[in-house]
Every structure is written in structure tokens, then in C-alpha cells.
């Protein structure tokens, strides 16, 4: 069935220090979305990425989507104690529906 | 714009009970999704609406239902409610279906089964 694994499921840094989330997928991918909830709060539209090999920027945030629009990475430059969360990435399947499979989060820990 | 709202909040059931979650979406938008979160499964997609008609299911047993209004306004039932039903359950929406169509999450209803 379709599935969109993540990893790490956690991750401790420092205050500075860079962070990487990446999401895979058992199949190829319509889209692929990202999301920030906060403890306590409801997942956080980011980004969506729909293009093969699509790169796209936030500010200290980077996605990108792989070749084969089966994979997908969040990298996180210099870390600041406001990105803390967990991160999700969510992948649509089909251009025909709306429904997104999460993976299952990567909750990251900013230590100042 | 007003957000996505969902109500009731927080809400404790019996074992047995039922219950019913609704969901307003964000004015103009029509397709609303409903979404389980729990610390074991994480989001789970239990299903999608568009026009009033369910257009997909996740993969949950029938005690779990819905429906939508004609104003887009939506609704989610459980009966028989389970121990293992205690979730977040988020309701999101969207302008149109389909291909990279921003969902906008609401702050969920954080159901409590004993």
C-alpha cells in the first residue's frame, strides 16, 4: 500500500546547528507537502513541492524533491529555539483527490 | 479570512457512546478531509468530501462516518466508541481537490474515550 516513511523520528541539536528531516516513499509521488506542529497545536501548511527535482526555499528552510518524486528532504540551517516541533511531510498520490499519507514526523529539539 | 474551526474542543466519552465532531471550513472552500492523530499511528486520513459526496476513505471501520452540508460545513461520527478511538482528530480544507491543493488543518477535537 502506499506508505511515506521518515526519518529520524527524533533529533536533539544545538542552538546554530544545522537540521535534516527526510521523508521516502514506496511509490511515486502526485505532490509532496510539509508541515511544522508545534506541542500542543495542529500541523502548519510549509510548502508544496509537485515538480520532479523541484528545490524551494524559506528562509533558513530548504525542501527539495528527488528525480523519481519519491523522496523529499527539509534541511534547516543555523537552528534557532522558534523551529522546535515536529515536522511532517505528507504525500499526495493522486492528482484526483486531496488525501495525503503522513509520514510520521520528525520532532526536533533546539537546545540555546 | 476566518480559519478552519472545528468544535467541540476536547470532549470525554464512554466506552460505548457515540459521538459527532463538526468541522467549518474556510469560507469558499469546498473539500474538507478528516485526519486521526495518535502518538502510535500518527495522521491517519479517514476521508475526504467534495460537494456534499465522499470522494475517499481511509482505511477505518465503518463506525466511523461523515458527511457534508451544502454550505461545506462537515461532520464526523464514531459509534461504539473505543478505548483506541482517544485521538486528535483534525479536519482540514482545501479550496478545490486534487494535485497540491494547500490543506489548511483546524485545531482538532481532542477526543477522550474511558
Known amino acids: 500500500g502506499q506508505q511515506v516513511m521518515q526519518i529520524p523520528q527524533y533529533q536533539h541539536v544545538q542552538e546554530g546547528e544545522d537540521f535534516t528531516t527526510y521523508c521516502n516513499s514506496s511509490?511515486?509521488?502526485?505532490?509532496i507537502q510539509w508541515y511544522k506542529q508545534r506541542p500542543g497545536g495542529h500541523p502548519v501548511f510549509l510548502i508544496q513541492?509537485?515538480?520532479?527535482?523541484e528545490v524551494k526555499k524559506q528562509k533558513r528552510l530548504t525542501f527539495q524533491f528527488g528525480e523519481a518524486k519519491k523522496n523529499s528532504s527539509l534541511h534547516i540551517t543555523a537552528t534557532q529555539t522558534t523551529d522546535v516541533g515536529t515536522y511532517f511531510c505528507?504525500?499526495?498520490?493522486?492528482?484526483?483527490?486531496?488525501?495525503?499519507?503522513f509520514g510520521q514526523g520528525t520532532t526536533l529539539q533546539v537546545k540555546p | 479570512k476566518a480559519g478552519v474551526t472545528q468544535t467541540p474542543r476536547y470532549l470525554i466519552k464512554t466506552r460505548g457512546q457515540q459521538v459527532t465532531l463538526s468541522c467549518s471550513p474556510i469560507?469558499?472552500?469546498?473539500?474538507v478531509s478528516w485526519y486521526q492523530q495518535t502518538p502510535g499511528q500518527g495522521l491517519q486520513f479517514l476521508f475526504e468530501?467534495?460537494?456534499?459526496?465522499?470522494?475517499n476513505k481511509g482505511n477505518f471501520p465503518g463506525r466511523f462516518s461523515g458527511r457534508q452540508f451544502s454550505n461545506s460545513r462537515s461532520e464526523m461520527n464514531v459509534s461504539t466508541l473505543e478505548l483506541g478511538d482517544s485521538a486528535l482528530y483534525l479536519c482540514?480544507?482545501?479550496?478545490?481537490?486534487?494535485?497540491?491543493?494547500?490543506?489548511?488543518f483546524g485545531p482538532g477535537t481532542r477526543l477522550l474515550v474511558l
Open positions: 482540514a480544507s482545501s479550496e478545490l481537490r486534487g494535485q497540491g491543493k494547500t490543506q489548511y
Open positions: 511509490t511515486t509521488l502526485s505532490n
Open positions: 513541492l509537485v515538480k520532479s527535482g
Open positions: 505528507a504525500g499526495g498520490f493522486s492528482s484526483n483527490t486531496g488525501k495525503l499519507i
Open positions: 469560507s469558499g472552500h469546498r473539500s
Open positions: 468530501y467534495f460537494s456534499e459526496t465522499q470522494r
